[in-house]
């Protein structure tokens, strides 16, 4: 270890409890790191599901964590999610291995895959906003849930209405142990999920042995996986095919959910807001076709669809292992403790954006942007390990709101908690109650 570096001072800080640490409050308050951060800085130590964790939050640290991947830091996940996900996940696979097999899952999300994906988006929330409207009052998010499980299934592995299958059932209580305390007991959150992945593997199996021998692969993100090659003309095995359907599945489900719920709240708490999304909708002929090109036009839905992200980000960090000892901000970051970049919380940072806690769409035009480091605005995280399916999560998100700007008028319900629970991800605790109904 570098001598220097060695006689640093660790962050300040406390470990909590032997093993468990600070765990509990971590899972159990969602203001966790808020109350740290004032009481001990930027920068903190506790322990985390058994092991020494560093808390880092602003542009700087970002930026040091997601640009010295393989150097400094690997990936890391809690114990829960690395079970549940599985050791064949492209989000635990490192180095060389990671790369080859991002390349390969890369090719469902350039942009002729998704300008393939945008009729059946269209399609599926044409079906369920009418719906929706024929309804008037509804709990939202659970719908939500649905409709982009929905989504996810068809475009991932050719499956109609997904969220009402055997398949759709499973994964949703596979979702709910993601992020737990890893006790595998029949009644635990995480044993209910472990007894599910089995489940949804032999379900996403039958999938692909049926694809395989079909005469047509069709042309969807598991057809392209089936026949992707890397540079030495091999293929994915079975095995991994499971757990990379696995993974897609849950990036274009549980996040983008979270994802559009803020949207709709966020928006519905800000007329002003919503006049001028309208406004801009209003200049754009009804009858022409959404495009990837006809969408990026749409420059206010860009800035109001940043700001969600910035405001509410479905993932609110990422953790990753210490390989070599470092130093941060002036202090030892020592090799095999975690780090915990923190996106929330440098989305917060009023030394970044100017009142943060506002929701204020134009602070992305493209003048003030540019002003800014890319490591402070990180929905996606950064790096070479930047989420992968980021276009398409935009795509989705942008199609759904011009559909409902266009067709339909929604209002918040009144004497509802909105504040977020936010584990697996943020989302209204009474589940977004509104009227929603037909614009005249």
Known sequence: ????????PLPPGEFGLPVLGE??????????????????????????????????????ANQFVLSNENKYFVVSWPPSTKALLGKLSLALQTGGEHQNRRKLLAQAFMPRALSGYINTVQSTTQQYATRWAGQGELIWYPELRNYTLDVACKLLVGLDNGSQTKLGHLFETWCEGLFSIPL??????????????????????????????ATDLGNDALSLLI????????????AELQDQILLLLFAGHETLTSAIASY??????NPSILDKLRAEQA??????????????????????????LRIV???AGGFRQVLETCEMDGYQIPAGWNVLYEITQTHMNSDIYTEPAAFQPERFDAEENKLRSKYSYVPFGGGIRECLGKEFARLEMKIFAVHLLRHYTWELSPDQDFSLVAIPTPHPRDGLKVRFSKRS
């Open 227 to 238: 026949q992707a090659r890397d540079d030495d003309g091999n293929g994915l095995s079975l």
């Open 283 to 308: 200049t754009f002929d009804p009858n022409m076709p959404l495009t990837l090109d006809l969408l990026r036009q749409m420059s206010y839905l860009e800035q109001v669809l940043q700001e969600v």
């Open 23 to 60: 765990t509990l409050n971590f899972f159990r308050d969602p203001n966790y790191a808020v109350k740290k951060h004032q009481k001990y800085g930027p920068v903190f130590k506790t322990r985390l599901l058994g092991r020494p964790t560093i808390f880092v939050k602003d542009s700087a």
């Open 313 to 315: 980000p479905p993932v």
């Open 1 to 8: 270890m570098n001598q220097s570096r060695s006689t640093l």
């Open 264 to 269: 709709c709240l966020w928006v519905a708490q």
């Open 184 to 213: 595998a007991l029949p009644w635990t959150r995480f044993g209910k999920a472990k007894r599910c992945r089995q489940l949804l593997l032999e379900e996403i199996k039958q999938t692909i042995v049926q694809r395989q021998q």
